[in-house]
Structure formats: structure tokens, C-alpha cells
């Protein structure tokens, strides 16, 4: 399999770059290599290297800042994403789209599934929504799959910015009036490298964590699964709050829980996932 790799250096890029197999071909581009916002270069590298599936990793990914820097957020995350899904359909490729939880609004009682229909709260959301209908206007066969609260042993996450906090405060707030799943960036990218080997594979699917929690409930877990390495986390005080008493630019989806009416993938153990971190 020849697969081109956008946004390589990312979390969700490096776990990636981690499991593909390694009969595969790859060529793995940072925003240095490939800026997918740049026509003429995804263009260029696609007609040169002929990959048969197209990876996009790559995302405008500050949820905050997006709601004041929209026109970025907006080119990476919607024009990007275009472009690619062009060049898969002039050259026969495929293409597999990462999108977000945070295209509905939250409002559902019950986990979302792929039939729901996108409302988001924020722009970073909408970027991403107008992303998946660029990519599915210009290749209606493409795979887009849609996650949620991604973490990892790469990059910036909230289980890294929990045991950042913990070193420095005694007392750490987190928001408990949001639920959503968990998702380990390893579990979503062995599920990527499944479906890019799966020639009926197309459309929307939902890929997560196994289990529901608010954020508060993530931080609890996180610190009892790393408590047994540092004990001097068991200190640490972690207080629930709401949303409303927490100030963030963009607003955030009450209930951005999902679950999948057409995948048999394994979803995310994703606390599992979390001992896989504290021991690489
Ligand atoms: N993280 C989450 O909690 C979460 C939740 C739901 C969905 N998602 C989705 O999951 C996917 C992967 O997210 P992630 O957590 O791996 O994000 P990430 O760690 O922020 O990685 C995104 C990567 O995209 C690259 N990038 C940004 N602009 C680019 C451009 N114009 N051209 C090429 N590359 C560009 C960045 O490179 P530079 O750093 O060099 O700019 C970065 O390496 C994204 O589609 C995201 O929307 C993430």
C-alpha cells in the first residue's frame, strides 16, 4: 500500500507513523513538507508519489484561539482538506479525513451516532464540519472519521496538561458539566491503518473511547492510573466545577458522547491506553 501522510508530526501523525505496517509505503509530511492549505503543492506530491490512500492528520486543532483566528482556522481545516480530496479523486486515490465531535452541539441526551446531524457551538466545529462537506462534495467515496477527546504520549493533551498542573498546584479545577470519550491516538490510528485496507470502506464512521466521562471523571482516572508510578499525585486535590465557572473563548458541547452505528472496530480502551502512556 503506497499511503502519503499529512500533519505527520502531530499525535495523532506520530502514533501513526508508529503502527503502519511495514510492507507499506509511506511518505510522512509535516506542515514543513506539505502545507495542505497550499493547492499547487498537495497537487504536485500527490501526482509525483501516486499514493493509493491519502492520511490527513493535519488540523487547525486550538479550539480557543479559532474563534479569533478564523480564517486560518477555516484554510486548514475546510480548504485543506478540499484540496486533498481533489487530488485523491484526479489521481484514483483515496482519501481518510479526521473530524471532531465538536460538529454537534451537544444537546442530545444519547451518545451521537453517524445519521445525527452536525449544529456545532464553536468554530473550530464549524471549520470542521464545512471540511467533511468540502471533502464529501469532491469525493462522495472518501472516509471520514469522526473522534473525540484524543490523547496520547505525543504532543499537547489533557492527560499531559493534568500531570503539568500537578506538579506545580495543589488544588487543580476541572470541568464536570461536559461528557464525551476519551480516545487513545494508538487505538484511532490501528483503526485507520484497518479501514485504509478496507476497499468498501466510505463515508462517515464514529471511532472513540469505550467509556463515558466528564472531564472531571478523565482527570480522576488519569491520576489513580499514574498515582501507583507518582505517589505524590494522591495529594493532589482535584476539584469538580462547572463549565459556566470555567472561561474558555469557544463554547464547548455539553454531551459530545459517540458511539457508531456501522463500525465493528474495537472502540478505545482508553483506560488502558493511559498505562501505555505513563510507560513509554
Ligand atoms: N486532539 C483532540 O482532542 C481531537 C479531538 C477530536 C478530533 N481531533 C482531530 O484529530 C486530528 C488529529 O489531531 P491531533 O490531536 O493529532 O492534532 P495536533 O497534534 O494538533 O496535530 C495537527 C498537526 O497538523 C499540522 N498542521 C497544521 N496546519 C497544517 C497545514 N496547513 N498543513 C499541514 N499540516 C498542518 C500541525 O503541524 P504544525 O504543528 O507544524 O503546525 C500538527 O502537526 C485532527 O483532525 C483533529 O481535528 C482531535
Redesign the pocket.
Known sequence: MRVLL????????RSLLDRFPADWVLLA????E????NRAAVDRIVRRFRPQVIM??????AVDKAETDRIRAM???AI?PENLARAARDTGAQLI??????VFDGMKPTPYVESDAPCPVNFYGLS?WEGEKRVQAMLPRAIIV??????SE?????VKTMLRLAQTQQTIRVVNDQRGCP?Y?GDLAQAMITLAADANAAGIYHYCGDKAVSWYEFALTIFSVFSDEYPALRSVEVCPISAASWKQQACRPVNSVMASERTAHQASCWDKALETVLSA
Do not use: E, M, P
Not at 499529512?6 to 501523525?13: E, V
Not at 509530511?29 to 514543513?32: L, Q, W
Open positions: 499529512t500533519g505527520a508530526y502531530g499525535q495523532l501523525g509530511c509535516g506542515s514543513a506539505l502545507d495542505i492549505t490527513n492528520a493535519a488540523a487547525y486543532t484554510k486548514v481545516n485543506g479525513h479526521i473530524s471532531t465531535d465538536y470542521k469522526r473522534t473525540s477527546w484524543v490523547f505525543y504532543g499537547n493533551n489533557f480516545t491516538a
